[in-house]
């Protein structure tokens, strides 16, 4: 069936449409089953333009495995030759992604597949190879005009998956990545949300409501209507405060400093990551944190950095100097008194203290989000990366990416600064037994 036909059809209304259906041959039924622009919503065509990426954030049973599956048939039948297929797991890629490219494909035109590891071929010569985010090394090597990547916010290794993925889109005349998503409130799904070259298409479960059970669609209304989990997994919304966040976005900008007063104390807090610093691991958060004649705290600057320990114990002593600091504290954990040479190695005569992690990160971090809540602590400068760290604090645990270094070196520092307030709350003992009239001393629980 020519477009223009099915075009026509897409255009009238459903008496004069069923009408011109009912008027057609079998095999001009049959081409219009297969006709993707027919069936289509026009938020499940990729949009005209030149553009890099289209970031599809949608809503559970939206369709977004059915766009994608569409997309990658119009790739090849336009002239793509080679394809990534990006998906969560391995069995997400199996049964989801794949299983779908060959489902929408009319038999004439379905390739053929290879499994463990996946390969597709379509009968023109195009192929397919199958990836997943658990193993983000897999994608060093190959070339890609054609990615398709499927619910990224979900992937455990997210930023490295999407960064090696990048470094595979160099074949072809115009490569073209579609990622199709229910979002969260990671950093990597902000960024390309941010990306000249995004065009993003927003859907909401509801847009599907003609293809989805009515009772289903009660249910979720009933439930999740006007909550975050269903803002979020029902109409698409990017929200940038994690559910149970110690620190959101407006406490943050509520947190800026235009300038910063005559200090009383300054500390350089070191979060060691325990690796080599060639080996890809996690960064070693360096952040400068000061207390003002004013009694307010000041996080100044964030030196992290992923480095060999000679590298960032010359950074952290270099920090010390130029802020003209009291002392370096440095957690001890990761490497127990090396950590101490490194820095004593790095800078003769430094101040140095360490601390000791007895207690989990969301622990150690509520008090000092409470002086946030207090307005006690201002941020000056741009401290972007460590802002997104503190706002996947939450208070069952820490939900971004890899290891939070660098909000880890800020609570260290405002620790050290607000003593009293860090204080783990003793253990409580029973009250002895009084005679009447005899009152105990008063007792401060607090430290």
Known sequence: MNSSLASSLASLDPTERQSLLESLTEEQSRELLWDWRFWARPNQIAPDGEWQTWLALAGRGFGKTEAGAQWIRERVKGGARSIALVAETQKDLEEVMVARIIAI????????????????VWPNGA?????????????????????????????????ET?????????SGDD??????????????IREILADAGTVVTRGSTFDNAANLPEQFLARLKERYSG????????????LDDAPGALWTRAMLDDARARELPEMQRIVVAVDPSGTS????????????????????????????????????????????????????VAERNYGGAMVEHVIKAAGSGVAY?????????????????????????????????????MCQFTT?????????????????????????????EPKKTPKPATRPGFAPSPTSWMG
Do not use: C
Request: hydrophobic residues 40%; proline residues 7%; aromatic residues 8%.
């Open 105 to 120: 494909h009319p038999p004439d035109e379905a390739p053929s597949v290879r499994f463990k590891p996946v390969r597709m």
């Open 127 to 159: 192929v397919a190879l199958g990836y997943n985010g658990t193993e983000p090394n897999q994608l060093r090597g190959p070339e890609f005009d054609t990615a398709w990547v499927d619910e990224l916010a979900k992937y455990r290794y997210a930023r």
């Open 162 to 170: 999407w960064d090696m993925l990048q470094f595979t889109m160099r």
């Open 175 to 188: 490569p073209r990545v579609f990622v199709t998503t229910t979002p969260r409130p990671i950093p990597v």
């Open 227 to 238: 909550t975050r989990l269903g803002r979020q997994e029902l109409d698409a919304e990017v």
């Open 277 to 328: 610093g060639e080996d890809g691991g996690d960064m070693v958060g360096i952040v400068v944190a000061g207390l003002g004649v004013d009694g307010l705290g000041y996080v100044i600057a964030d030196r992290t950095i992923s480095a060999s320990p000679s590298v960032w114990g010359r950074r952290a002593v270099a920090a010390y100097h130029e802020f003209e600091a009291s002392r370096i």
């Open 353 to 389: 203290r360490e601390v000791t992690a007895s207690r989990g990160k969301s622990v150690r971090a509520e008090p000092i989000a409470a002086l946030y809540e207090q307005r006690r602590v201002k941020h000056y400068g741009d401290l972007a990366d460590l802002e997104d760290q």
């Open 396 to 424: 069952t645990g820490y939900i971004g990416e890899r290891s939070p270094d660098r909000a880890d070196a800020a609570i260290w520092a405002l620790t050290d600064l607000f003593p009293a307030i860090a204080k783990p």
